[in-house]
């Protein structure tokens, strides 16, 4: 019950950084555009406040599902991926750093819930 | 942003909790209860465990999606901001005031103790504390 209970705090901590990060994303899609690394820019398929709406969407619709418990390692495999993607473009700083523990975070979920 | 942030997180909290409640029930199994098995059970079952029809669970998870989504709104700024602050404030104290009617009736109706509906009400009383103790706007 403790194992279980473990990681169900984990899912809806995670959860709810994800669905917070989309929302403050969309409040400021410039301010974030910021982040991604000057020699990428000319390889975005989008303009860069598009590519942080997407980005928005992704995380908010990754959060939705760890928060009701469908699709769980589907989505906690795509939020690993998008943090390795974050951590790729945006590079590891002050801020980004604690996306470690994110990644870290979302591939215990997808161990646990993989069948 | 503060506040907002702790009435989502409250929200969500929320959501996961009375998700569980529904796919429990949809599944026909029993939720796990940390505290006491039996009176769990004995609450979620009892004939007060709809109101208007409505499962308590479903009602709380359009609750909690609807603060969740309204605060959402108000932090990035779609207008009107005032009337979604203030729909967001209703919500929650008429949200407090049903949570208080069912911990009565837990305590002296049913005279039994639902860990998720204490949890459920713990959730609503402290985004009540939140609104009272902050302007959120």
Same mark, same amino acid.
């Given at each position: 019950? @403790?194992?279980?209970?473990?990681?169900?705090?984990?899912?809806?901590?995670?959860?709810?950084?994800?669905?917070?990060?989309?929302?403050l994303?969309?409040?400021?899609?410039?301010?974030?555009?910021?982040?991604?690394?000057?020699?990428?820019?000319?390889?975005?398929?989008?303009?860069?406040?598009? @590519? @942080?709406?997407?980005?928005?969407i992704l995380?908010?619709?990754?959060?939705?599902?760890?928060?009701?418990?469908?699709?769980?390692?589907?989505?906690?495999?795509?939020?690993?991926?998008?943090?390795?993607?974050?951590?790729?473009?945006?590079?590891?700083?002050?801020?980004?750093?604690?996306?470690?523990?994110?990644?870290?975070?979302?591939?215990?979920?997808?161990?646990?819930?993989?069948? | 942003?503060?506040?907002?942030?702790?009435?989502?997180?409250?929200?969500?909290?929320?959501?996961? =909790?009375?998700?569980?409640?529904?796919?429990?029930?949809?599944?026909? =199994?029993k939720?796990?209860c940390p505290?006491?098995?039996?009176?769990?059970?004995?609450?979620?079952?009892?004939?007060?465990?709809?109101?208007?029809?409505?499962?308590?669970?479903?009602?709380?998870?359009?609750?909690?999606?609807?603060?969740?989504?309204?605060?959402?709104?108000?932090?990035?700024?779609?207008?009107?901001?005032?009337?979604?602050?203030?729909?967001?404030?209703?919500?929650?104290?008429?949200?407090?005031?049903?949570?208080?009617?069912?911990?009565?009736?837990?305590?002296?109706?049913?005279?039994?103790?639902?860990?998720?509906?204490?949890?459920?009400?713990?959730?609503?009383?402290?985004?009540?504390?939140?609104?009272?103790?902050?302007?959120?706007?």
């Amino acid at each position: 019950m @403790m194992r279980e209970a473990s990681f169900h705090i984990l899912r809806v901590g995670i959860a709810i950084t994800f669905l917070w990060i989309g929302i403050l994303i969309l409040k400021d899609p410039q301010g974030w555009s910021g982040y991604i690394q000057p020699w990428l820019l000319d390889f975005l398929p989008l303009t860069p406040d598009h @590519m @942080m709406i997407s980005t928005a969407i992704l995380d908010i619709t990754v959060g939705t599902l760890l928060l009701i418990d469908k699709l769980t390692w589907q989505a906690s495999l795509v939020g690993a991926a998008h943090l390795v993607t974050v951590l790729i473009v945006s590079g590891i700083n002050s801020v980004t750093a604690r996306d470690i523990g994110l990644l870290a975070g979302c591939l215990s979920l997808f161990i646990f819930s993989v069948k | 942003m503060t506040p907002h942030a702790l009435l989502f997180t409250l929200a969500a909290i929320g959501i996961s =909790e009375t998700t569980y409640l529904i796919q429990k029930r949809h599944l026909g =199994e029993k939720p796990v209860c940390p505290i006491n098995i039996s009176d769990c059970h004995k609450v979620l079952e009892s004939k007060y465990n709809k109101t208007f029809w409505i499962h308590n669970d479903v009602l709380g998870l359009i609750f909690y999606i609807t603060v969740a989504i309204l605060t959402s709104l108000i932090v990035i700024g779609i207008h009107p901001v005032n009337l979604l602050d203030i729909i967001v404030k209703l919500l929650i104290y008429i949200g407090v005031l049903m949570s208080i009617f069912f911990t009565f009736l837990q305590w002296r109706v049913i005279q039994a103790w639902c860990t998720w509906c204490l949890i459920s009400a713990l959730t609503i009383l402290l985004m009540t504390v939140i609104v009272l103790t902050s302007s959120l706007v």
